[in-house]
């Protein structure tokens, strides 16, 4: 009756993995191509006083060298705030300062040994926590504290009034919860093979996971009308969001522009560890009022989230996180407070539910803690306050379709927990005075 | 510079340019233009290079290339026989176990068929520590499975079905398992 | 760049006229899990200073990779694989806390390439071949042109990185005598397979009427050096090796340590584990000699 429901349904391009034929970006070979080595800032935080790279330029088997002022538009990114090679300031260790073809990777590394630059290092701030004190190390001319709206400093959500759900309250509850930076490390790291085709179109095979988010961002570093540039996507070795950033695709096309040749670009292992974009570190803190009864009368959240030196996705991961964190509880009296920090690290990437999971693990937490307070299970805790169908949630929005309360009972039954038997005589079917007590 | 290095690959005879301190893995990829070993750490951590040296699961990343000298190594392109499978008989379509008509080792079948390669890059390096591990151990546990393939990583989380698919392929259930072939050399 | 220059010589006359090389770094190479993943590490950076060329002597053609076993001693050759020796009927029996170690390291892929030489030389603290060969009392025979020398395993280490063995001075083999004793290792990684040691041990025990008559013990990953903890030895002579004498013993050991941290784990936390794993391996250790 079904064609794929119960069978075994073969990927389309299954036998190409197991046959070892699925030509992957950093498979892709062009007769003559050159290799990109960049130079990279060794310091987390440096004034450039000056760069020469005229002796690499004469280094034998280079065809290009190219800094910032080879850029036609050196801003890129979602929020294209992000330097494709470093301006005067560099703000992260690893950033790119400038980038060489050439005929062999010992070429291209022979030449980058030539560039003669002057450094004056500069104080960096590395703790999100220092960068928002007054007075600390400035990563970017405009500040550390990111504006939301142009003068906000926090992205605020709030609903109901805190201080009456907090007098309602039995027990307050506080918690300061941390995750640190965490790397994608797709087992291909970034890689671009680019060229220019005979009627004249930049060409870019690339690892991005948004082709198009890459073609219009790009199209603007190059200054090229999108009909100029043509992105080959395809198979790529791991992504995990972090090929939702652009890290090696734009240098590659602008040394292919340069050089008439084709190009590639790949990182080793150690620069994707060290100098890609990360899952970057957050700070929570939670305050919770509760009654006796489980029922969570206000909620006060504060979040910080270290974005590294530039926007990059930072900026959409704390919105996820501001509208989430309160997490499937109704709680009808709730302040967020999200602020987004710079600090002199490699940007904050996406990366598998960026934002969201970093603030489910913190409310989680949270909640068994709650739990433990008033002397109920970490189970009953999440029953008494779960969402039905029907509720507005934390940012107004009606929820058409809920399933807390059967998730949970599902979750209890696999895992050989015993639920009072009202629990399981509960739905997430909206609430009516005759259904789920308590609220 | 670069010195001849001959060696059997795949059943033939090889010969290319290597550098001196070049690893087997660049001699495969950028000498032969053979892809199918991936380099995904190139320090031995990884396993996305493996091949089967002189009838071994070796990380290539980690082998000197001069050094295979004389010696036999197989990837994963040596695993599909040179014999033309024929066409599908009729009825219940079959277990795809082809490549434009040449067969695919039984691992190769049973990772396909169990879905376990998602984004394919550790599948070669997984197949060819699968192949050698069932040439010297045809019913192993499933324990031994999992320390066999404990060297190759994979990111997107594809363990458990590449091990139920390594069992699957020891208890015959595609086709059975070839004879040691010229890969124990 | 830095210059390279590969030679797979086949007799030992040879490789020490190869290993006389003015102006250049000479490497032995042998399975080159180690070796392999430094060079390539060092090609794929900016060659900021000179560096002299660096000459590469692989030993694979030198037949050193056997292993013999006289009934009383077993010289393994420095170049046997560590898959090799899991094989091999000799160590499984009669070296058994160097089984344990070998089954423990890395994964199949890198054992079958990865030599009992090169995970001595390499001389890491880490290393999880060094605690059992140290307690079961094992000499190095080092041979250059000058001639050869035995030195034992527990006078061949000077610091991490660092062994006695002198410029172009080849590590051929190395010797245990196994004795009466029953051995055992133990170790803690971050994970349960291809990881390095947080903390490791091993521990060899002898028996009499039920009571330790003698007893070795190493720890490594706990200090520059893969240490004996001499004290919780003299602690335990004469004493049942019970969970109670052990755990003695093991507080004891913390004394002969001197922990750092590192990427892999913490100086406080390896201090805590130590003496477990000290623990583990004694209680193995004599359950082995009770058979």
Known sequence: MYNSVGKRVPRYDGIGHVTGRTQYVSDVKMPGMLVCKTLRCPYHKARIRSIDVSEARTSPGVYAVITKDDVPHNLFAMVPDHHVLAEEITRYRGQNIAAVAAASRDAALDALARIRIEYEELEPVIDPEEAIKDGAPQVRPEGNNHLFDGNSLTRRIRRGNVEEGFREADFIVEGRYTTPSQEHAPLETCCTVAYVDAPGRLVIHSKAQ??????????????????????????????????????????AGLLALA????????????????????????????????????????????????????????????????????GANLIRNLEVDSRMVYTNKMPSGSMRGFGVNVGQYAEQVQLDRLAHTVGIS??????????????????????????????????????????PEKYLAWSSAPLSPNTNSGK | MSQILRFHLNGNPAEVMAGEAETLLDTLREGLGLTSPKCGCNRG???????????????????????VEGKSVWTVDGLVDGERAGEPEGGESPAPRSLSGHKLHPVQTAFHEYGAPQCGYCTPGMVMAAVAFLDRNPSPTEEEVKD????????????????????????????????RSGRNV | MREYEYHAPLSLERLFELAEAEGMEVRFLAGGTDLMPRISAERNQIPRDRKPPMRIIYLGGLGLDEVTDDGESVTIGATASLSALLDNGAVRTKLPALHEALREMAGVSVRNTATIGGNIMNASPAADSVPPLLVLGAECLLRSAAGERR??????????????????ELLVSVTVKPGRGGSAF?????????????????????????????????VGSAAPVVVRCTGAEQALVGKKIDENSVREAGALVVKALSPIDDIRSSAWYRARVAPTMVARALLAAAERKRG
């Open chain 1, 210 to 251: 948004g082709l198009y988010f890459a073609q219009g961002d790009l199209a603007n570093v190059f200054q090229l009308p999108l009909n100029r540039l043509k992105f080959i996507g395809g198979t790529i070795g791991g992504g995990f969001g972090g090929m939702n950033s652009i890290h090696t695709d734009h240098i």
């Open chain 1, 259 to 326: 050089t008439g040749r084709p190009v590639r670009f790949a990182l080793t292992r150690e620069e994707e560890m060290l100098f890609s974009t990360i899952r970057t570190p957050w700070i929570f803190r939670i305050r919770d009022g509760i009654r006796r009864d489980g029922v969570i009368t206000a909620r006060q959240v504060s979040v910080l989230h270290d974005c590294g030196a530039y926007t990059e996705l930072g900026l959409y991961a704390v919105e996820k996180n501001a509208n989430l964190i309160a």
């Open chain 1, 378 to 419: 970490p189970m009953e805790i999440r029953f008494i306050n779960a969402f039905h169908t029907g509720d507005k949630n934390h940012t107004g929005n009606e929820l058409a379709s809920v399933s807390t309360i059967e998730t949970l009972q599902k979750v209890a039954a696999m895992s050989g927990q015993t639920l």
């Open chain 2, 45 to 67: 951590d990884c396993g996305a290079c493996t091949v089967i040296l002189n009838g071994n699961a070796v990380k290539s990343c980690t082998v000197l290339a001069l050094t």
């Open chain 2, 148 to 179: 066999a393939l404990s060297g190759n990583l994979c990111r997107c989380g594809g363990y458990k079905k590449y091990v139920q698919a390594v069992m699957a392929a020891a208890r015959g259930e595609f086709d059975p398992l070839p004879e």
């Open chain 3, 151 to 168: 030195v034992a395993l527990s006078e061949f280490f000077t610091g991490p990185g660092k062994t006695v063995a002198r410029p172009g």
């Open chain 3, 186 to 218: 133990r170790k803690l990684g971050r994970r349960k397979a291809e990881t390095l040691s947080v903390v490791n041990a091993a521990a060899c025990v002898e028996l009499r009427d039920g009571l330790c008559e003698s007893v070795r013990i190493a």
